[in-house]
């Protein structure tokens, strides 16, 4: 068995070792249950597994718990659940991830450690949150891999007009967006760091005024 669908169903948890056994499957989906408590383990055993899928369920918090043993993990995606915490030490068993997909969820703020140990991450989604900061002094320092970075839909106006080099730790990003966040003008150092960006998208903002060479 290499692929396992369990979506649309009416899955409220998945206790320790649920899967255990199940040594070669490689991709888990298990969209648009109800799942709220992932216990400790849940996923342990699946010692193949590159991609697991659990977009729109009732997931609150990220934590190495439920998160154990998932250590070729590449793909992870929590689109559209209630992610309103990550623990300093979440990711600590994914090490190999290089997607991520938290859109649709209820994160307010990028701290320091939200991101840490996943330093093989490219991918990161964070669209239709309610971020509203970037704590520009390290909160991407561990994921300098990034290719993309999506933030679309939250309420980033401040971090882009006011703050000096938000991105600065990310130097291989190609990709940022930014639309939809009510920003109003863009600043002179919103950009500073982002070495090999080729791609940025404001669409949807209400910017009136660009600072002196906000993109160079």
């Known amino acids: 068995?290499?692929?396992?669908?369990?979506?649309?169903?009416?899955?409220?948890?998945?206790?320790?070792?649920?899967?255990h056994g199940l040594k070669n499957v490689r991709v888990l989906k298990l969209k648009r249950n109800n799942l709220r408590f992932l216990m400790d383990g849940a996923f342990y055993g699946l010692d193949s597994i590159e991609e697991l899928y659990l977009d729109r369920n009732e997931v609150v918090t990220v934590n190495k718990?439920?998160?154990?043993?998932?250590?070729?993990?590449?793909?992870?995606?929590?689109?559209?659940?209630q992610v309103d915490y990550i623990?300093?030490?979440?990711?600590?068993?994914?090490?190999?991830?290089?997607?991520l997909n938290l859109a649709g969820n209820q994160l307010e703020i990028v701290e320091r450690n939200m991101f840490r140990r996943l330093p093989s991450l490219t991918h990161l989604d964070l669209?239709?949150?309610?971020?509203?900061?970037?704590?520009?002094?390290?909160?991407?320092?561990?994921?300098?891999?990034?290719?993309?970075?999506?933030?679309?839909?939250?309420?980033l106006s401040h971090t882009v007009e006011d703050t000096a080099a938000p991105f600065k730790h990310l130097k291989q990003l190609e990709r940022l967006s930014l639309a939809r966040n009510s920003i109003k003008s863009v600043g002179n150092?919103?950009?500073?760091?982002?070495?090999?960006?080729?791609?940025?998208?404001?669409?949807?903002?209400?910017?009136?005024?660009?600072q002196e060479n906000p993109f160079s």
Request: aromatic share 8%; charged share 25%.
């Open 1 to 19: 068995l290499r692929l396992l669908e369990l979506n649309k169903n009416r899955l409220v948890e998945i206790p320790g070792l649920s899967f």
């Open 65 to 81: 718990g439920w998160l154990y043993g998932l250590t070729k993990l590449k793909q992870l995606s929590l689109s559209h659940n």
């Open 87 to 99: 623990e300093d030490d979440g990711w600590d068993f994914c090490r190999q991830l290089w997607q």
């Open 127 to 155: 669209r239709d949150n309610k971020i509203s900061h970037i704590d520009a002094l390290d909160s991407f320092q561990e994921v300098s891999l990034l290719k993309e970075l999506l933030l679309d839909g939250n309420q």
């Open 189 to 210: 150092q919103a950009m500073l760091g982002l070495e090999a960006l080729q791609t940025v998208d404001l669409t949807g903002n209400v910017i009136s005024t660009l």
